[in-house]
Nanobody, 122 residues
Framework: QLQASGGGLVQAGGSLRLSCAASERTFRRYATGWFRQAPGKEREFVAAVSWSGSLTNYADSVKGRFTISRDNAKNTVLLQMNSLKPEDTAVYYC?????????????????WGQGTLVTVSS
C-alpha cells in the first residue's frame, strides 16, 4: 500500500514536499513515481525514480523545479516541489511499477496510492 501526504495550499513561488510511505514489499522492489490530475484533465506523469534511486525522470513541465528522491531504509519516496505555479494545482498520486521503463505511463503503473491535493494560489 502507498500512502501519500504533504499536500496543501501554497502561494505561487512557494514550496511543498510530498511524501509517499509504502510497505517494504511494494516499495523496495519497484520503481516509484508521482502523477497528478487537475480538474477536468487526464492524469499525467510528473516524476519517477528507479528502485535503486540511481535513475530519475521528469515531465518537461516540472524539470528544474521538482526533485524526486527515495529512502529505501525508510520505505519513502519524496517529491520536493519548488517555484510552484498555479498550473501545478492538482491531486498528486504516488505510484509504483515493476519496471522503471513503464512507470512513466498511467497504464504502466502496478500500484496507486491515494491522492493528496496541492493548491497553488496566484
Amino acid at each position: 500500500q502507498l500512502q501519500a501526504s504533504g499536500g496543501g495550499l501554497v502561494q505561487a513561488g512557494g514550496s511543498l514536499r510530498l511524501s509517499c510511505a509504502a510497505s517494504e514489499r511494494t516499495f523496495r522492489r519497484y520503481a516509484t513515481g508521482w502523477f497528478r490530475q487537475a480538474p477536468g484533465k487526464e492524469r499525467e506523469f510528473v516524476a519517477a525514480v528507479s528502485w535503486s534511486g540511481s535513475l530519475t525522470n521528469y515531465a518537461d513541465s516540472v524539470k528544474g523545479r521538482f526533485t524526486i528522491s527515495r529512502d529505501n531504509a525508510k520505505n519513502t519516496v519524496l517529491l520536493q516541489m519548488n517555484s510552484l505555479k498555479p498550473e501545478d494545482t492538482a491531486v498528486y498520486y504516488c505510484a509504483a511499477a515493476d519496471l522503471y521503463t513503464t512507470i512513466g505511463f498511467v497504464t504502466g503503473v502496478d500500484y496507486w496510492g491515494q491522492g493528496t491535493l496541492v493548491t497553488v494560489s496566484s
